[in-house]
T-cell receptor, first 114, second 112 residues
Framework: DAMVIQNPRYQVTQFGKPVTLSCSQT?????MYWYQQKSSQAPKLLFH???????NEADTPDNFQSRRPNTSFCFLDIRSPGLGDAAMYLC?????????????FGPGTRLTVT | ELKVEQNPLFLSMQEGKNYTIYCNYS?????LYWYRQDPGKSLESLFV?????AVKQEGRLMASLDTKARLSTLHITAAVHDLSATYFC????????????FGDGTTLTVKP
């Protein structure tokens, strides 16, 4: 089945130690998103790729970076994680088109910062 | 800036009852989505509403869109425990850039 895969599902890192989260998709969608979701809150868009074009949200901290080496893969790099970065990180995809940007979400990576 | 408001934010209801969740948004948009999130899980797409007057139904859930009123509703009929989850509406920002603004979510608890 076509899907969005995130690895790892759970990640524990130390304060200030860089961490990379990965996302892959078999849907062949051209838009990929990274969200941060904290407990009992709505997902917060960090950035997204529309094809190869990178779009950063204005309030995304510089500590968060992303790479999309090809259509199928996208990475989230947190350069120096702080305690406030502990959250669920969700990757999503959509197929760009006039009619719909329905998003398909991966299972998420739960990040713990110690 | 597009703002999306859901109400109520928390809803506790008994099995068998009906209720409606509301999603209001502040600027013109023709595309609205409903997502479901179970505790500790990711989001799952429920409905895609693409035009004024659109109505979609799946089981005990029915969603509708009134673009003139900038309002979508998610109606629950004869609730069952399995519907307990958080429901988010999301509205396209209208730039064709593929970005949506999410509401804060409605946490639904269905009690026996």
């Amino acid at each position: 089945d076509a899907m969005v895969i995130q690895n790892p599902r759970y990640q524990v890192t130390q304060f200030g130690k860089p961490v990379t989260l990965s996302c892959s998709q078999t849907l062949n969608h051209n838009v990929m998103y990274w969200y941060q979701q904290k407990s009992s809150q709505a997902p917060k868009l960090l950035f997204h790729y529309y094809d190869k074009d990178f779009n950063n949200e204005a309030d995304t901290p510089d500590n968060f970076q992303s790479r999309r080496p090809n259509t199928s893969f996208c990475f989230l790099d947190i350069r120096s994680p702080g305690l406030g970065d502990a959250a669920m990180y969700l990757c999503a995809t959509s197929k760009a088109g006039y009619f719909s940007y329905e998003q398909y979400f991966g299972p998420g990576t739960r990040l713990t910062v110690t | 800036e597009l703002k999306v408001e859901q109400n109520p934010l928390f809803l506790s209801m008994q099995e068998g009852k009906n209720y409606t969740i509301y999603c209001n948004y502040s600027t013109t948009s023709d595309r609205l989505y409903w997502y479901r999130q179970d505790p500790g899980k990711s989001l799952e797409s429920l409905f895609v509403l693409l035009s004024n007057g659109a109505v979609k139904q799946e089981g005990r859930l029915m969603a509708s869109l009134d673009t003139k009123a900038r309002l979508s509703t998610l109606h629950i009929t004869a609730a069952v425990h399995d519907l307990s989850a958080t429901y988010f509406c999301a509205v396209d920002r209208g730039t064709n850039a593929g970005k949506s603004t999410f509401g804060d979510g409605t946490t639904l608890t269905v009690k026996p």
